[in-house]
């Protein structure tokens, strides 16, 4: 059974840093590209970073470029996400997910497995 379990999230103030983490089980991670995606209330799902199977390819929606970083540990099952100079508008819940296939995927239904979510709050 796969499962793709996020922590790291919380209530910050605009401006702070988090790190998001996305642990895998069930699966061979290394044969999976991972993504972050968040879904603020009333929104869709919207892409934030996606990184490929060996770490070495990344890709940020315009949105969080420049401000996020995503990374993984092959050797952990991991993939992480470092948010820095949060701002209000990137509250909402931040979700990972496992694509298969020869590139970066950019849209929810090109992923094939998900996690519960954790929610990341920045107050003014």
């Known amino acids: 059974q796969v499962q793709l379990v996020e922590s790291g999230g919380g209530l910050v103030q605009a401006g702070d840093s988090l790190r998001l983490s996305c642990a895998a089980s069930?699966?061979?991670?290394?044969?999976?590209?991972m993504g972050w995606f968040r879904q603020a209330p009333g929104q869709e799902r919207f892409f934030v970073a996606a990184?490929?199977?060996?770490?070495?390819?990344?890709y940020y929606g315009n949105s969080v470029k420049g401000r996020f970083t995503i990374s993984r540990d092959n050797t952990k099952n991991t993939v992480y996400l470092q948010m820095n100079s949060l701002k209000p508008e990137d509250t909402a819940v931040y979700y990972c997910?496992?694509?298969?296939?020869?590139?970066?995927?950019?849209?929810?239904?090109?992923?094939?497995?998900w996690g519960q979510g954790t929610q990341v709050t920045v107050s003014s």
């Open positions: 997910a496992a694509s298969s296939g020869a590139r970066l995927k950019l849209r929810t239904t090109e992923y094939d497995y």
């Open positions: 069930g699966l061979t991670f290394t044969g999976y590209d």
């Open positions: 990184i490929n199977k060996s770490g070495t390819v990344t």
